[in-house]
Nanobody
């Protein structure tokens, strides 16, 4: 069983910074991808950024140059440093981990419960 626990959300003013974290536990292969998604009310969940275990990253265009994703493989923890925050960044932020599962011969995905990030104007 794999569990993910996010932390670090909160309320900040526009232009401010915030860092959210996600710690994964359980049976996790060393090769995996960790993601941050977000979902604002009335919208679909969207990918913000992801990072593979070897360090390669991808970002949504809307957050490039403002957000930085990083990870600590020894702790199975992924971070999202968010700078120059805008009101439109307000959302529930979810982390997800993806890895190949030999038992099912398919990719497995596990989600965290989400953490609220609110940016005031």
């Amino acid at each position: 069983q794999v569990q993910l626990v996010e932390s670090g959300g909160g309320l900040v003013q526009a232009g401010g910074s915030l860092r959210v974290s996600c710690a994964a536990s359980g049976s996790i292969p060393s090769i995996n991808v960790m993601h941050w998604y977000r979902q604002a009310p009335g919208t679909e969940r969207e990918l913000v950024a992801n990072i593979a275990s070897e360090g390669s990253t991808n970002y949504a265009d809307s957050v490039k140059a403002r957000f930085t994703i990083s990870r600590d493989n020894a702790k199975n923890t992924v971070y999202l440093q968010m700078n120059t925050l805008k009101p439109e960044d307000t959302a529930v932020y979810y982390c997800k981990i993806t890895f190949y599962s030999p038992s099912t011969r398919a990719l497995s995905n596990y989600w965290g419960q989400g953490t609220q990030v609110t940016i005031s104007s």
